[in-house]
């Protein structure tokens, strides 16, 4: 589910994530090269196989750690994830001849799979932040190994307030006295966190929750004035929830930066092979036919990056 320092980070944006992942079982295999057999290897004609590690090549499959109920960017259909980030996983599936195998996990572990060999890499709208490329937490603690991100995608946050803003919120200063809902782990709460220092003795209460649906039901009920999200992800819900009628984007977008593909440190030939397949799915025009049918095309970028995030 742009934006997850304001944005879900691994603990998210969304965080620097700690925990093992709680694996639901729902997969999604994107598209491929064509792949035969040849001496016992596999081989594929797609223009980026050669540039996969020989385990990828072999195995043809990339395993992608994922908190998917974060619509529009990841959501289940039945036993199916979908979504933006699925939808560019298919693309560089394409370009890579391997299927992009999607399995959903809490935000707040994504990154410990990576590290504990579950999965080979995170796509799950998180932003690419320094903390979570050494592997820091919000106060600049090591907890862990570090990644590397490869740029696809860029967005800014905005609060999500119950339909009418009976509170008038328009701001983060604007919350100072109320209390706000949360996904625990990620930017957001380090956003809420920060202004409840600046709020000072006008207290601001964070509840934090481990899924966004949970902060937007306190919300939704009254129990908290404001959710913080990424835009695209924030004016996806107020338009469907209800019928339109539940929720509306509060304020200005602000804080935009990258949202990445975390790939473990040691993982370097994979991260390289790709950024080159983001790149290709620029160029083909691929990328941003699946922005424009989630008319989120302010939010591409013009190349990727490797490690863009601050």
């Known amino acids: 589910m742009t934006a997850r ?14 925990g093992a992942i709680a694996v639901t079982g729902a997969l999604l295999l994107t598209g491929c090269g064509d792949q035969t057999k040849s001496t016992g290897k596999k081989t594929s004609t797609a223009p980026l196989f050669k540039k996969l590690p020989a385990k990828y090549q072999s195995s043809g499959v990339i395993k992608v750690g994922t908190d998917a109920s974060y619509p529009p960017m990841e959501s289940t259909s039945g036993s199916k994830i979908i979504g933006i980030d699925p939808e560019i996983a298919d693309a560089l599936g394409k370009q890579l001849g391997v299927k992009l195998e999607f399995v959903s996990g809490t935000f707040d572990g994504l990154i410990t799979s990576v590290h504990t060999g579950r999965q080979d890499i995170v796509m799950s709208a998180m932003s690419d932040t320094k903390a979570r490329q050494q592997g820091l937490d919000d106060k ?24 009418g803003n009976p509170q008038n919120i328009n701001s983060l200063s604007d919350l100072c006295g109320q209390t706000v809902a949360v996904q625990r782990g990620t930017i957001y709460e380090t956003t809420f966190k920060d202004q409840a220092k600046t709020c000072g003795s006008k207290k601001l209460t964070i509840e934090s929750f481990d899924t966004d649906t949970e902060a937007q039901t306190r919300v939704k009920s009254g129990g908290a004035v404001a959710d913080l999200n990424d835009y695209p992800v924030a004016a996806y819900v107020a338009k469907i929830s209800g019928g339109g009628n539940d929720f509306q984007v509060a304020g200005d977008q602000t804080g935009a930066g990258p949202f990445g593909i975390a790939v473990s440190k040691d993982n370097t030939q994979l991260r390289d092979a790709l950024r080159d397949a983001v790149n290709a799915i620029i160029a083909d025009g691929s990328y941003t036919k699946v922005l ?15 490690n863009g995030g601050s």
């Open 5 to 18: 320092i304001i944005r879900r980070t691994a603990a998210p944006s969304r965080f620097i994530a700690v």
């Open 140 to 163: 600049g603690k090591k907890i862990g190994a570090g990644v590397d991100f490869v740029d696809y995608f860029e967005s800014g946050v905005s609060l999500l307030v119950k339909k």
């Open 292 to 306: 424009k049918k989630w008319n989120v095309t302010n939010s591409a970028v013009p190349k990727a990056e490797i």
